[in-house]
């Protein structure tokens, strides 16, 4: 029955990872605690199973002693008592009781070996397999399990709790013992060997790499990781230490001699914290710890992606238009970088969504989703600002045209209207080439939103379809106006010729004869004359502005000879007027004085 009961227990596995299932580090949780209850159960019943075998075995060796002792009917203690002296004989049934209670305290220390034996082999096996599961790199040989020195010199036929036991008659508890140290040396103290662990370990955890705060991290990460195993690794010990050792059970105490010397055994999950399991329980750490180096290395390949998404948050709205203020954005940066963008977004499309790294899986497909948007928020921004651009580039071009080419198609009816016309014509020839530049310019804007599939507002695309006639129309009224301008030259050369004549009429006037009569009120004259003056200040102007138009129009430019000379001789007596004025004031005052 005990042989049975730490065969089955043995089988059991206080962990429920397999190699094959792939889960998150919350599954793994979820099913270690479901699991643990289940152990616990299994535990339960292997610890009520023992107990009741061993009192059981030493209920019976008892009732056996009795019989041999005193018989079915009580005949020899009758015979015993009437032969014998009574304190002999009493001595002679506590002497054999006290041997045979021996005999059953290294009964249940056997027992109690082998259950405490078996939990170890028990706590080791899953540790072990646990650390087979999450082993990072195969072995090159086979690694036997750590073999306690103790359970070692028990195999060999020693005794865990010293040299002194004494050996046992073959009543019914001596089979049991030797079936128990069969099992032992057979079954639960061979050295069993590590299985190999294939290479392309099949994942078991899988873990998400997430941008976080501008920073690439795993979740969960592998201090979650290592924590949680950790906790599972001692909730083994746990589990094992709520069966109870048959050594300080309350039930078996009346069996033997010396109840006292029982209650100093120890817990068994005390027992079980040796170098052995502190090596497995490292071991466990290591290669988890290395999985996550590699899947580190791994998560480093996302660093320029991540860049690329910090850089983008650069591109916005209001600094694109800055730059294209400043100049420092032209057509050619604006299709570099939706070439650029839109070669990001293809990369990021293309990322995997997950990748095996040994015993972790790693899925990027949320940080696949954090990243694509970037690219795209771009390229939109771009989009939407390229027809506003474009369109305010339009309007602005396409003013110019429309009040170019219909200054040009108006026939002038003046002298003045026609220099206005020549000045206009010569700064339209002039930007002849700025001119064509701007129009190159629109239609490179509007051929950039083709190229790209940039969707226009359909009321602008249908102006844009306007420019080129217009501007055809443009330099076809400006190659008229050209023509046109020597032949209204001519007609407006001759217009300034009756102006000149006009004009030396009016200066040729006959003046006041007050003038020269010294007894003309003073004032009055130098009012006339400062009219005079006036009047030939505006006929100056008038020669200055006939000569300029001479000048415009490559005529010979007029004499004003009595102009000139008018001017001068109204200055003159002007002068000698307020000369007259003045003398007239001086003498004045010294009569007074």
Request: aromatic content about 8%; overall charge negative; charged content about 30%.
């Amino acid at each position: 029955r005990i042989r049975d009961v730490c065969f089955e227990l043995s089988k059991l596995r206080l962990h429920d990872l397999k190699a094959n299932k792939l889960c998150t580090l919350q599954d793994f949780c979820i099913a270690q605690a479901q699991h643990k209850d289940r152990c616990l159960d299994h535990l339960s019943d292997f610890s009520t199973a023992t107990v009741d075998t061993v009192r059981q075995a030493c209920t019976s060796a008892l009732a056996q002693l009795e019989e041999r002792l005193f018989g079915r009917t009580g005949g020899v203690l009758h015979a015993a008592k009437v032969e014998d002296d009574s304190s002999k004989f009493t001595y002679a049934v506590t002497a054999a009781k006290r041997s045979e209670q021996r005999r059953l305290l290294n009964y249940i220390r056997l027992v109690d070996y082998m259950v405490c034996d078996t939990l170890r082999v028990l706590l080791v096996d899953s540790i072990s397999d646990l650390l087979n599961v999450l082993r990072h790199q195969p072995p090159v040989t086979d690694i036997p399990l750590p073999v306690d020195p103790h359970m070692a010199r028990v195999s060999r036929g020693d005794s865990l709790y010293g040299e002194d036991a004494e050996m046992m008659s073959p009543t019914p508890v001596a089979i049991v013992v030797e079936a128990a140290e069969e099992l032992a040396a057979a079954e639960l103290l061979e050295p069993k060997p590590q299985a190999a662990v294939a290479k392309g370990k099949t994942p078991v955890f899988e873990v998400q790499i997430l941008m976080h705060e501008d920073l690439l991290v795993f979740s969960p990460n592998s201090e979650e990781f290592q924590e949680r195993v950790q906790l599972v690794i001692v909730g083994f010990l746990d589990m094992i230490g709520t069966v109870n050792r048959l050594l300080t059970h309350h039930e078996l105490k009346g069996f033997v001699d010396g109840g006292a010397e029982l209650e100093m055994s120890g817990n068994i999950a005390d027992m079980m914290t040796d170098d052995g399991h502190s090596k497995l329980t490292y071991d466990v750490r290591q290669n988890l710890g290395m999985a996550f180096e590699d899947a580190e290395e791994f998560k480093m390949t996302f660093l320029p992606y991540r860049d690329m998404v910090i850089d983008n948050r650069q591109v916005t709205m209001e600094a694109m238009r800055l730059q294209v203020e400043e100049g420092e954005r032209t057509l050619d940066r604006f299709r570099a970088d939706i070439r650029q963008f839109k070669a990001q977004h293809q990369k990021m499309m293309g990322l995997l969504e997950s990748r095996d790294m040994g015993i972790v899986r790693v899925s990027t497909l949320q940080l696949k989703n954090t990243f694509t948007p970037s690219p795209v928020k771009c390229l939109d921004l771009i989009a939407a600002l390229l027809p506003e651009l474009a369109a305010a580039r339009y309007q602005s071009f396409i003013a110019e045209i429309h009040e170019a080419n219909t200054k040009l198609l108006a026939i002038p009816g003046t002298v003045e209207e026609f220099v206005d016309f020549v000045n206009f014509l010569a700064q339209c020839v002039e930007r002849r080439d700025e001119l064509e530049a701007r129009y190159a310019e629109v239609v490179k804007h509007y051929e950039l939103m083709e190229e790209f599939g940039i969707t226009v507002p359909e009321i602008e695309f249908a102006a844009y379809q306007t420019l080129a006639p217009d501007f055809v129309s443009f330099k076809t009224a400006l190659d008229v106006a050209e023509t046109s301008k020597e032949e209204h030259v001519s007609k407006f050369a001759a217009d300034l010729s009756k102006d000149v004549e006009a004009l030396n009429r009016d200066v040729g006037a006959a003046q006041h004869e007050m003038i020269l009569d010294e007894s003309s009120d003073t004032d009055t004259v130098l009012s006339y004359t400062k009219e005079l003056l006036d009047t030939i200040q505006v006929h100056r102007q008038r020669a200055d502005q006939i000569k300029a138009y001479q000048k415009l129009f490559s005529v010979p430019p007029s004499r004003f000879d009595e102009l000139l000379a008018t001017c001068d001789e109204i200055e003159l007596k002007h002068g000698l007027w307020e000369s007259l004025q003045d003398w007239s004031e001086l003498t004045a005052k010294w009569s007074e004085h």
